[in-house]
């Protein structure tokens, strides 16, 4: 059985410039759960997916932002970068039904310069 | 509401002495409790869940969790500390709010082994 498959696995940006980060979750889940996670905040939630419906939202400025497909892949966006958003951006699936736990995958290490 | 409150951000034991990693939440409803592994640059590897069944659970690499209700504790333990459990610990407590899965995450200890 795959696990959570997150791409890139690295990937460094320019301040002001936008990216997109691709998650795709455990065959069956279709709950994806993006998370940002710094040595200073630790793990901060962004937001959920649920059958291609953001179903909760973290505390972040609009330039985040997502999406997920029927396929229940999730796309992460962030716009305008900034050298605070630096980070490594994990990515989570579950079947959506409480006490089942979430898989992570590998995340992403964004650098903005 | 929920909350979760890892008591140390650092925890150092040597090679072959137990692991305590401290625990506690605050939770309104029936919580479902986890605890995560992360080594460096890595996503996040369930260890063990707690979702009402039997308290004591144990989970992956010898590690085991006790749920205490009337501590509001749920203390991640190991009896023998291997090189490789060096790592960032997170505990997890999950509810079932309005229909919605809500999970909040522990700011995470970091377990440092010593040989």
């Known amino acids: ?113 | 509401a929920q909350s979760v409150t890892q008591l140390d951000s650092h925890v150092s034991v040597s090679e072959g002495t137990p692991v305590l990693l401290r625990c506690n939440y605050s939770s309104s409803y029936s919580p479902s409790l986890f605890w995560y592994v992360q080594h460096p640059n890595k996503g996040l590897q369930l260890l063990l869940k707690y979702t009402s069944a039997a308290t004591l659970v144990k989970g992956i690499n010898g590690f085991e969790a006790e749920f205490k209700k009337s501590e509001t504790s749920f203390h991640l333990t190991k009896p023998s500390a291997h090189m490789s459990d060096a790592a960032e610990y997170f505990c997890v407590v999950s509810e079932l709010m309005n229909r919605d899965d809500k999970i909040i995450f522990g700011k995470g200890t970091r377990l440092h082994i010593l040989p």
Not at chain 1, 84 to 91: F, I, K, P, T, W
């Open chain 1, 1 to 113: 059985k795959a696990g959570v498959t997150q791409t890139p696995r690295y990937l460094i940006k320019t301040r002001g410039q936008q990216v997109t980060l691709s998650c795709s979750p455990i065959s069956g889940h279709r709950s994806v759960s993006w998370y940002q996670q710094t040595p200073g905040q630790g793990l901060q939630f962004l937001f959920e997916y649920f059958s291609e419906t953001q179903r909760n939202k973290g505390n972040f400025p609009g330039r985040f932002s997502g999406r997920q497909f029927s396929n229940s892949r999730s796309e992460m966006n962030v716009s305008t970068l900034e050298l605070g958003d630096s980070a490594l951006y994990l990515c989570a699936s579950s079947s959506g039904r409480t006490g089942y736990g979430y898989t992570f995958g590998s995340g992403t290490r964004l650098t903005v310069v």
